[in-house]
């Protein structure tokens, strides 16, 4: 008989295959919008299992505490200032419509009082492009735009960590615990590399898929494999202008 396919395991949400709670320290989020503007101390610099930013630990009272991305500059002992009238440095929090155009911004909300939601990965940074009287356009990494409401919060600064990935992994264990981190399979093999009982791309004298590699979107489980409903698929024909 064979296996299930690692899709179909991964499908039923077994704790394999679960992004482990284990090393999570707390929700990160900003602390509770007030009209005045207020002043934290970063109480620490913590490393969260599955976050590739280090955090910030904010003392907003005796006993509690708030975590947040850290920007690139920030120490123990600093003090971050939340509120309209915050100055424009790395660390504090500000609506959108209190920061000048062009400044780098991060860890974004989408929504008024969300705590953050977008540009929040090691070394993620955000532009602030113009303000508008419908909403603030923002120009996220990736080069794309979208528009947010003047109300919502964003960080001043890009946040920390941004050369995590210029190391590279020198074993197969790093991966693996730096996927399994974050509930990913690690390490995946080829479908063409398996037999056919545990994959429709398995079997043969050659590795080579031996049908066509697009399904249908209601293909069922097991055979939902390769490019799903893809419109088209290989190279770009060049067109030539004689």
């Not at 923002?138 to 960590?161: D, E, Q, V, Y």
Request: hydrophobic share 35%; with cysteine.
């Amino acid at each position: 008989m064979g296996k299930r396919l690692i899709s179909q395991r991964r499908g039923k949400g077994g704790i394999h295959y679960r992004a482990p709670k284990k090393g999570v320290i707390a929700p990160v989020h900003f602390p509770i919008p007030t009209l005045e503007t207020v002043k934290f101390k970063v109480l620490n610099i913590l490393d969260s299992r599955g976050a590739s930013a280090p955090l910030a630990q904010l003392e907003i009272s005796v006993g509690k505490f708030a975590h947040i991305p850290a920007a690139d500059g920030l120490i123990v002992g600093s003090e971050v200032e939340m509120g309209p009238s915050s100055e424009i440095k790395a660390g504090n929090i500000l609506p959108v419509e209190n920061i000048p155009e062009g400044t780098v911004i991060s860890n974004i909300e989408l929504r008024q009082g969300d705590g953050g939601k977008i540009v929040r990965s090691g070394g993620g940074s955000a532009s602030l492009f113009s303000l508008t009287p419908t909403g603030a356009i923002i120009r996220l990494p990736s080069g794309k735009s979208m528009t947010i409401g003047l109300k919502c919060r964003a960080m001043i600064g890009r946040i920390a960590g941004w050369g995590r990935t210029e190391k590279p992994f020198m074993r197969a264990g790093g991966a693996f615990h730096n996927f399994k981190s974050r509930g990913k399979h690690y390490p995946r093999v080829r479908g063409v590399a398996m037999a056919s009982v545990h994959h429709p791309h398995g079997g043969g004298r050659h590795q080579h898929p031996g049908k066509s590699t697009t399904v249908s979107r209601n293909a069922p489980p097991g055979r939902k494999v390769g490019s799903i409903a893809a419109r088209k698929t290989g190279r770009a024909k060049v067109r030539r202008i004689r």
